[in-house]
């Protein structure tokens, strides 16, 4: 009575599709479709992890594989059995599979030409078995694949083939869910770009449109309506506010104070000074005249304000000149 190997078995009922019966792809066109879906080199997700789990059970191999195939590698979203992340794509059983037209298995890889030499047939982790479901873009082009291995040769069932079947497509599902979600958080922070965008412009406008301020003195608010302010003069770390009866001190800086001053109302014209521009009454050389007191029952008291040269043809370009 002879011996026989407890891993032989019989003569494959499903010879493994050669290369003819294999779809051609546009390269190109596959490699777009893949990195639309962001999913390259992300960190494991449980929902891959299940479906791997899952097939690696129902096919009853060690190892199973949620394979994608970029243009050197074959890199793993999922894995059972195998430690390593990715592997070079001339070495992929997938870079074959992902292009059948249905589910793709080698029996025993030794015997076919295409694998007996293979690094993961000769070497670790001894690939025998292959049996691999493609994973195609609603559009059909094919990303890599679901993936089961065993050691030593096998053949799956029917049943088993159908699984691999549908678990492929719930892969699919989770990466189109996946890339929806990534494109519908795209759009969000954009809008809420668009929304910033427009706040900030409205907060521009009702500062440049505001009538009043409000100043700190003494430990309390004072509200100043702008029309009463004459001009606006820095001294060191902190500006002097003037108006036609009043001086207010505050610790802030002309930078500040040009963004809380409407701007249809006030000028710049000198590093120093912002002046109210109807309050201009001469300019002389390079100062500015400014009518002190526009209550007619009291007396006048002009005041001078320098003009910054380099402030002064935008004051100028401001007013109404005849």
């Known amino acids: 009575m002879s011996s026989l190997s407890p891993?032989?078995?019989?003569?494959?009922?499903?010879?493994?599709?050669p290369d003819s019966a294999l779809r051609q792809v546009n390269e190109p066109e596959r490699l777009e479709a893949l990195h639309s879906y962001e999913v390259l080199d992300t960190d494991p997700e449980q929902v891959f992890n299940d479906i791997a789990h899952l097939s690696a059970f129902i096919c009853g191999t060690p190892m199973s594989l949620v394979s994608l195939i970029d243009g050197h590698r074959q890199w793993f979203k999922?894995?059972?059995?195998?430690?390593?992340?990715?592997?070079?794509?001339?070495?992929?059983f997938c870079q074959y599979a992902m292009r059948a037209q249905d589910v793709f298995e080698v029996n025993d890889a030794t015997?076919?030409?295409?694998f007996a030499e293979n690094p993961l047939v000769t070497g670790d982790p001894n690939i025998r078995f292959y049996a691999?479901?493609?994973?195609?873009?609603?559009?059909?082009?094919?990303?890599?694949?679901?993936?089961?291995l065993d050691t030593v040769p096998r053949e799956l069932n029917d049943d088993q083939r159908e699984a691999l079947r549908i678990l492929a497509r719930q892969v699919m599902a989770h990466l189109e869910l996946r890339?929806?979600?990534?494109?519908?958080?795209?759009?969000?922070?954009?809008?809420?770009?668009?929304?910033?965008?427009a706040n900030n412009a409205g907060d521009a406008?009702?500062?440049?449109?505001?009538?009043?301020?409000?100043?700190k003195q003494d430990q309390r608010l004072v509200r100043i309506a702008t029309a009463d302010l004459q001009y606006v003069e820095a001294l060191g770390d902190y500006v002097n506010l003037y108006t036609a009866r009043e001086r207010f001190t505050v610790y802030s800086t002309m930078k500040d104070l040009e963004?809380?001053?409407?701007?249809?109302?006030?000028?710049?014209?000198?590093?120093?000074?912002?002046?109210?521009l109807d309050?201009?009454?001469?300019?002389?050389?390079?100062?500015?005249?400014?009518?002190?007191?526009?209550?007619?029952?009291?007396?006048?008291?002009p005041v001078r304000v320098p003009i910054g040269s380099s402030y002064k043809s935008g004051l100028l370009g401001r007013l109404n000149l005849v």
Request: charge should be positive; glycine fraction near 6%.
């Open 111 to 114: 015997a076919d030409t295409r």
């Open 205 to 215: 406008l009702y500062a440049n449109n505001r009538s009043e301020i409000f100043v």
């Open 7 to 17: 891993y032989a078995v019989k003569l494959p009922k499903r010879p493994t599709q």
């Open 259 to 276: 963004t809380k001053l409407p701007v249809r109302d006030f000028a710049r014209v000198h590093r120093k000074y912002i002046v109210r």
């Open 132 to 148: 691999g479901a493609p994973l195609l873009s609603p559009e059909g082009q094919p990303l890599g694949t679901l993936c089961a």
């Open 78 to 92: 999922a894995k059972v059995g195998l430690e390593t992340k990715e592997t070079p794509r001339e070495h992929a």
């Open 279 to 301: 309050r201009i009454m001469t300019i002389e050389a390079d100062s500015a005249l400014l009518d002190g007191v526009r209550d007619s029952s009291l007396s006048r008291t």
């Open 179 to 197: 890339r929806i979600r990534i494109q519908l958080e795209d759009e969000r922070q954009k809008l809420e770009g668009v929304l910033r965008m």
